[in-house]
């Protein structure tokens, strides 16, 4: 009897080891604590880091006048007392060698405190290799400790302190002991809080499905809270960011480009006007008239009638910087007194100008957009190189399908100016009479307003077929490889009169033109956008050449 009870424990024991060997492994999320910010997951982080380090995008951004201006960011200057910071904890200045050291493949990187960067690490890595790593071979200057039976290390510099433990297949680093001491009661399956069981990860993963090659999950509802997030988040569109609990990005990696999925979950009881089916319809057949050579060009399902006007106002009829201050220089036709400056000669003097946004004629191209209703709106735009000039002309059009037939008389009025009936091709054309080149063509329920003829003909030209899939509240196209080389000529315009000694480089020329050259890999982006009840979709293409 006691020989089987004997026998009976070794099978059991054989047969849970088994299990252990060839279950399945755990999530990494379950096995960091919860209440985290940011959480970042990666399929293979080892390959992830060897390709960036061997990436001819990495070399020419480090030399690129752009890194030397981030290295003077006040980001970057915070950053790098972080990085010091932590260096000293763990005895090195971690180098691109010893993170790599640090990377097995499955990998998950959670961020729980903004001003002091508390984070929690956990990789899946082979014991010869986690053996070999630079915290492994420096864990005779730490302080041992035990946590649910396992072992690690610790030490302490001035306010950080850093912990880390190599068990099972996983290396783990984190902030304090305590978090340390979380993660590995949960590696050894104690049931205390973690990221995967937390509504703000669980609910967008679930509807995202499986996880690319890279995953970043976000906790929305509490990160726009936050002052260090609101401080430093380049988009500056906390506001936006508002109407959701949290969101999830995925990228997925292919030769021939990246792709990444977003989905973002709106706050409960959000209420948005939802773009409707002929909304969505119109949207789709405008996208099939933009021209397949243009520079970028954008496509909403039902904008607002102020959103339009005030897109026709800034790129159409009185171009401007959004947001600038802009002086009045010269006087209308009403006024008498002055003859305006070198800086107005362009403006005729007997004739009134194009109307501004809030005055009669852009206040009657509202009301017309209002009454007539906006499905949908296309803005395709351009750069041309004028022949032997270092000047770059900026041909735009915009198309509106309405929802009724557009009345031309009311158009001419609307936009203000006198106007000349003309053709080209098929297409009737009727033309600002004076300097202006502001165009318009009404057909059907489509009008398109433009400051180029052959672009305006190009979008009548294209007619949609009718077939589209796209269902999507926005989308837009930007082709990097046709505007890199006039992107360039104009930086350089832009800063021809500084001269700015040793100081930083000039912003437009070299700053700005230098992250366009590191990035010239990235032939185009594309992005479709749908807005739905309950979230918001986004794919986002970057084309890549070989």
Request: charged share 20%; hydrophobic share 40%; glycine share 8%.
């Amino acid at each position: 009897m006691k020989r089987l009870l004997i026998l009976a424990l070794v099978a059991g024991a054989a047969a849970v080891a088994w299990y252990q060997a060839t279950a399945s492994p755990r999530p990494l999320a379950q096995l960091l604590p919860g209440g985290a910010l940011v959480y970042l997951e990666a399929r293979d982080f080892a390959r992830l880091l060897a390709d960036w380090d061997g990436s001819g995008v990495k070399q020419d951004w480090l030399k690129s006048a752009n890194y030397d201006e981030f290295q003077r960011s006040n980001l970057y200057l915070k950053l790098n007392v972080f990085y010091k910071a932590y260096g000293a904890a763990a005895g090195f200045l971690p180098d691109m060698a010893s993170l790599r050291s640090l990377a097995g493949d499955e990998s998950a990187l959670a961020l729980y405190d903004l001003r002091n960067v508390q984070f929690a690490y956990i990789t899946r890595i082979s014991e010869s290799k986690a053996a070999q790593s630079r915290l492994w071979t420096a864990r005779g200057s730490f302080e041992t400790r035990q946590a649910a039976g396992i072992t690690f290390y610790t030490r302490t510099s001035g306010d950080v302190e850093l912990a880390f433990a190599v068990s099972n297949g996983y290396l783990l680093v984190s902030t304090g002991e305590e978090r340390m001491a979380g993660m590995l009661g949960l590696l050894t399956g104690k049931n205390t809080p973690n990221i995967a069981a937390e509504a703000w990860y669980k609910n967008p993963t679930d509807a995202a499905g499986a996880a690319g090659d890279l995953r970043l999950a976000m906790n929305l509802e509490s990160l726009v809270e936050n002052t260090y997030f609101r401080s430093y988040w380049v988009q500056r569109n906390v506001s936006d960011a508002r109407r959701f609990v949290s969101g999830v990005a995925d990228i997925h990696r292919t030769s021939g480009e990246i792709q990444e999925q977003r989905l973002f979950l709106k706050r409960v009881g959000l209420m948005e006007e939802l773009p409707t089916p002929d909304a969505l319809t119109a949207a789709a057949a405008l996208s099939q008239m933009a021209p397949n050579d243009d520079g970028l060009d954008r496509v909403w399902a039902a904008p607002g009638a102020d959103e339009a006007a005030s897109t026709i106002e800034i790129h159409l009829l009185n171009p401007h910087a959004s947001g600038e201050a802009r002086p009045t220089y010269a006087p209308g036709e009403d006024q008498t007194n002055g003859a305006g400056s070198e800086a107005d000669l362009e403006t005729r003097i007997d004739e009134p100008p194009l109307p501004k946004l809030g005055e009669s004629g852009s206040g009657a191209l509202q009301t017309l957009l209002t009454e007539t209703g906006v499905l949908a709106m296309l803005e395709a735009e351009s750069s041309k190189a004028r022949p032997a000039s270092p000047f770059i002309d900026l041909p735009c059009a915009i198309a509106l399908t309405g929802r009724k037939a557009w009345n031309v008389d009311r158009v001419k009025d609307a936009l203000g100016v006198d106007w000349v009936t003309g053709t080209h091709g098929a297409h009737t054309l009727y033309r600002a009479n004076g300097l202006g080149r502001i165009q318009f063509a009404s057909e059907g329920p489509v009008l398109v307003i433009a400051n180029d003829e052959t672009l305006l003909s190009a979008i009548l030209g294209r007619q949609p077929n009718g077939v589209s899939a796209m269902n999507a509240a926005y989308a837009a196209d930007f082709r990097h490889d046709r505007e890199r080389v006039n992107f360039g000529r104009m930086m350089t315009a832009l800063d021809f009169a500084q001269n700015r000694g040793n100081q930083e480089p000039p912003f437009f020329s070299a700053n700005l033109e230098s992250l366009s050259s590191a990035l010239r890999r990235v032939s185009g982006i594309s992005i479709v956008e749908r807005n739905l009840a309950d979230r918001v979709e986004q794919r986002i293409v970057y084309r890549l050449t070989p």
